[in-house]
């Protein structure tokens, strides 16, 4: 079975960074895109930018630019998403989330969540 | 960037009932759109991608219709199992973009 499997939970300060990462398994890994998804306490899903496993290209949300950068480690099957310059309404569960299929498309499988908490 | 408008907010309904969720996209995205059903404390779950298509795994009473910018999700015959929240997405152009969700609760 496909899984993708993220780090723990975190607790950080205003101006700090937060380094997540999603384990992936089950799949060829270097095939698939990954993407970050985030969700604020009691609000909605926002995408915050994807990644190629094959080559390294990226794809980052235009308000994050400058923020946030993804990165992966193919020998341990590994995507990594960094966001640095946390501020409080960083405060959210961040997803991974697999391209379902090739090129453009749905996200299919999900990683359990990771909690980032902005906190002074 | 692509705004995407979920309708109604909630839906309550009964075990039984059909649900019928509706997105709006402010231009078009041909049938590059999914639904996700969340549930609290979990992940969201893939439901139906390219407007209609199931995803593997999803049972029959769940469909998807609609192309340009009008799409429905509709729920045959609701179980327990299904109240959640239900988004939208949008895949075919950069940004990716969900809908604000519609929560289906149990009347």
């Known amino acids: 079975q496909i899984h993708l499997v993220q780090s723990g939970n975190e607790v950080k300060k205003p101006g700090a960074s937060v380094k997540v990462s999603c384990k992936a398994s089950?799949?060829?890994?270097?095939?698939?895109?990954i993407n970050w998804v985030r969700q604020a306490p009691g609000e909605g899903l926002e995408w915050m930018g994807w990644?190629?496993?094959?080559?390294?290209?990226?794809n980052y949300a235009q308000n994050l630019q400058g923020r946030v950068t993804m990165t992966t480690d193919t020998s341990t099957s590994t995507v990594f998403m960094e966001l640095k310059s946390l501020r409080f309404d960083d405060t959210a569960v961040y997803y991974c989330?697999?391209?379902?299929?090739?090129?453009?498309?749905?996200?299919?499988?999900w990683g359990q969540g990771t909690l980032v908490t902005v906190s002074s | 960037e692509i705004v995407l408008t979920q309708s109604p907010g909630t839906l309550s309904l009964s075990p039984g009932e059909r649900a019928t969720l509706s997105c709006r996209a402010s231009?078009?995205?041909?049938?590059?759109l999914a639904w996700y059903q969340q549930k609290p404390g979990q992940a969201p779950r893939l439901l139906i991608y390219?407007?209609?298509t199931r995803a593997t795994g999803i049972p029959d009473r769940f469909s998807g219709g609609g192309s340009g910018t009008d799409f429905t999700l509709t729920i045959n015959r609701l179980e327990p199992e299904d109240f959640a929240v239900f988004y939208c997405?949008?895949?075919?152009?950069?940004?990716?973009?969900f809908g604000g969700g519609t929560k289906v609760e149990i009347k």
């Open positions: 089950g799949y060829t890994f270097n095939i698939y895109g």
């Open positions: 390219y407007a209609s």
């Open positions: 989330a697999r391209d379902y299929y090739g090129g453009n498309s749905a996200l299919g499988y």
């Open positions: 231009q078009s995205v041909s049938s590059n």
């Open positions: 997405q949008h895949y075919g152009t950069s940004p990716l973009t």
């Open positions: 990644i190629s496993p094959y080559n390294d290209n990226t």
